[in-house]
């Protein structure tokens, strides 16, 4: 099935942020993945966004020699987080979802949001426009509009509002991160005009598959979760071995043998 019409239906797409976290994902039966920004960023040792002045700490150049092995090692149609499109005028983003067709993915996000506030809604639309333009018939462009997640005076009412401006711009799928409260997720299904993305693992939010796709949700993502879940198991178990001396984190490894025929038949295109 192709990533397009998975959209038709439902489907949980996980994050990966390097190629053997792709392949395991992968393997574990998932239709698609996406990568994430986040995961690549502290894959690097970088933060997801510098500070004070909130741009990307991870260039193009660099996040897109991730997603290539990304690609080639998944076996899956694969989402890129393609943050604000790595530019603010519409010609750039344009440029960006060309070198993503290029990398190999089958769809990717395009934020209105450039690292410190939103971009005015009007010049965020010419953009999905202009990525719309230079996606092509195949690749599924997701538009995110961030004013939840960010927390700004932003209501919910327009945050739908973008969403829809989006869409009708021609964006395939819309993603409002930020919104963890089931029924304002029942809302945005309800009143959005197209296919919803919501990402799991947000804050403290308990909030499963299965209720998300009880509401209509489409696409659920994870984000930087399972990058960040990563990061914590190994922090975890450098603190025992520090100050305990013992090793009791090895008992969930993967065995070296599994990983080997894993990685072995990946790299021979067998899945």
Request: charged share 20%.
């Amino acid at each position: 099935m192709t990533f397009r019409e998975l959209h038709a239906g439902q489907f949980v797409m996980p994050n990966a942020w390097d190629a053997g976290s792709a392949v395991l994902l992968a393997a574990a039966g998932f239709p698609a993945i996406a990568t994430t920004s986040a995961g690549i960023a502290f894959s690097l040792a970088k933060g997801d966004h510098t500070l004070p002045d909130g741009a990307p700490a991870v260039s193009r150049e660099q996040m897109f020699e991730r997603v290539r092995e990304i690609t080639a090692a998944s076996g899956v149609p694969v989402n890129g987080d393609l943050e604000d499109g790595y530019g603010v005028e519409p010609a750039r983003v344009a440029e960006t979802i060309a070198l993503a067709r290029e990398a190999g993915l089958a769809g990717g996000n395009i934020e209105d949001y450039d690292g410190r506030e939103l971009y005015d809604a009007g010049l965020a639309v010419e953009r999905i426009v202009a990525a719309r333009e230079a996606a092509g018939p195949d690749f599924v462009l997701t538009a995110r509009t961030d004013g939840q997640l960010l927390r700004t005076p932003t209501s919910l009412a327009d945050s739908i509002d973008r969403a829809n401006r989006f869409r009708a711009a021609g964006a395939d799928c819309l993603y409002v991160p930020g919104v963890n409260d089931l029924d304002a997720i029942r809302t945005l299904v309800a009143e959005i005009d197209g296919p919803l993305n919501v990402v799991l693992g947000l804050g403290t939010s308990a909030l499963t598959v299965a209720d998300l796709q009880s509401v209509g949700v489409t696409r659920i993502s994870l984000g930087g979760s399972i990058a960040r879940a990563a990061l914590g198991f190994i922090r975890r178990s450098a603190e025992e071995l520090a100050t305990h001396g013992t090793i009791t984190f090895a008992a969930g490894q993967i065995p070296q043998t599994a990983l080997n025929e894993l990685f072995a038949r990946s790299s021979k295109g067998e899945r």
